[in-house]
């Protein structure tokens, strides 16, 4: 099977820094493999916030997550700071690819990407929705 390919984006609209915790980290001592997923929910998060929008208020529809991906690139160990920048990959009609590049500051090492695709969603109608104008407008500018 091939590795996983996720494309960059040209560029990225949201950064933030993580500072690893003891419960991020595995049995061989560094960053699990499952809290990279989980850094990527809490860069999501944070940009989310600082747009006051949140996964169900966003920009009139509700997100939720098609699939995943993660490239791993170099181990992450305790107090390590992690930049994590968001940028945004293919759209459709329907869904986006959020892309997260994530670098240890600490080691100066790529540490991973992660592409996560979410699609626009009614929870009412539980019935996909058109991505909202308001969402190519914001990462735009």
Same mark, same amino acid.
């Given at each position: 099977?091939?590795?996983?390919?996720?494309?960059?984006?040209?560029?990225?609209?949201?950064?933030?820094?993580?500072?690893? /915790?003891?419960?991020?980290?595995?049995?061989?001592?560094?960053?699990?493999?499952?809290?990279?997923?989980?850094? /990527?929910?809490?860069?999501?998060?944070?940009?989310? +916030? &600082?747009?006051?929008?949140?996964?169900?208020? $966003?920009?009139?529809?509700?997100?939720?997550?098609?699939? /995943?991906?993660?490239?791993?690139?170099?181990?992450?160990?305790?107090?390590?700071?992690? +930049?994590?920048?968001?940028?945004?990959?293919?759209?459709?009609?329907?869904?986006?690819?959020?892309?997260? +590049?994530?670098?240890? &500051?600490?080691?100066?090492?790529?540490? /991973?990407?992660?592409?996560?695709?979410?699609?626009?969603?009614?929870?009412?109608?539980? +019935?996909?929705?058109?991505?909202?104008?308001? $969402?190519?407008?914001?990462?735009?500018?």
């Amino acid at each position: 099977m091939a590795r996983i390919q996720i494309t960059e984006p040209d560029h990225y609209f949201f950064e933030t820094v993580y500072q690893i /915790a003891v419960s991020d980290l595995n049995y061989g001592n560094h960053l699990s493999n499952d809290k990279v997923l989980v850094l /990527a929910h809490e860069t999501r998060m944070r940009w989310l +916030k &600082e747009n006051e929008k949140s996964e169900l208020d $966003f920009w009139g529809t509700s997100l939720i997550q098609g699939d /995943a991906g993660i490239v791993y690139k170099s181990e992450g160990f305790y107090g390590d700071k992690i +930049k994590i920048e968001l940028g945004v990959g293919e759209i459709t009609q329907t869904s986006f690819d959020l892309i997260y +590049k994530m670098f240890n &500051e600490t080691t100066g090492k790529p540490l /991973a990407l992660v592409k996560t695709r979410m699609v626009c969603f009614n929870y009412s109608s539980r +019935k996909v929705e058109l991505v909202p104008e308001g $969402f190519g407008l914001k990462i735009k500018s």
